[in-house]
């Protein structure tokens, strides 16, 4: 069986005054930053087999901080464009009132990538790692889109984005059995809910 860890990125500026952010490459604000290092310090007491990331520097740097508490096999990082957030296009830097302003709706983005297609490569991505890791425990830090769209499918719906956002530098842990396939094993758990036991060595 494969343990996957789901961490959202830190809080960034953009989260702090509801701007839609999607490919735009916000970094950490402070409140972020120690957001990270809280749930590097839960985490720090598991042993981590492999750690991916989205190239956004608000999830790398989120990484990058988790790891600085230990637990990350070898200390390498490793970039996935697949676990990027979605495009929102023309939308990014709006907030929700503004997205309804200009386009009537706040999901009537004409340019914005298609849901299907984040959910494609976000489950091409998690699939990979549990090919890569059988019997691993692995990290992989992304966004709230991209996490929610993988919960999507692998609960066959149960989780969706009306099941609230998923907090900053937040974990849900998922698993992959061979002969039973994804299960969520919990959901959206921040430092301080992270007191069961973590995988140690």
């Known amino acids: ?110 340019d914005a990538e298609p849901w299907e297609t984040v959910k494609a490569r976000g489950i091409a991505c998690i699939e990979e790692i549990a090919e890569t890791h059988p019997q691993g425990h692995v990290l992989a830090v992304g966004h709230g889109g991209l996490i929610t769209s993988v919960l999507v499918v692998i609960t066959d719906g149960e989780y969706t984005h009306r099941s609230g956002p998923l907090k900053n530098a937040g974990v849900s842990r998922i698993s992959y059995d061979p002969d039973d396939g994804w299960r969520l094993v919990w959901y959206n758990r921040d430092a301080s809910d992270l007191v069961e036991p973590m995988i140690m060595r």
């Open 1 to 110: 069986m494969t343990d996957i860890y789901l961490i959202r990125h830190g809080e960034t500026e953009w989260n702090r005054l509801g701007k839609t952010q999607g490919a735009s490459d916000i970094p950490l604000n402070d409140a972020g930053r120690l957001q990270a290092h809280a749930t590097g310090r839960a985490l720090a007491r598991g042993a981590w087999d492999a750690v991916y990331t989205s190239p956004s520097v608000r999830a790398s740097e989120t990484a990058s901080i988790i790891c600085s508490h230990g637990g990350c096999s070898g200390g390498r990082i490793i970039p996935d464009e697949r676990l990027m957030e979605r495009s929102y296009g023309s939308a990014e830097g709006l907030t929700i009132p503004e997205r309804t302003a200009r386009f009537g709706h706040k999901n009537a983005v004409p």
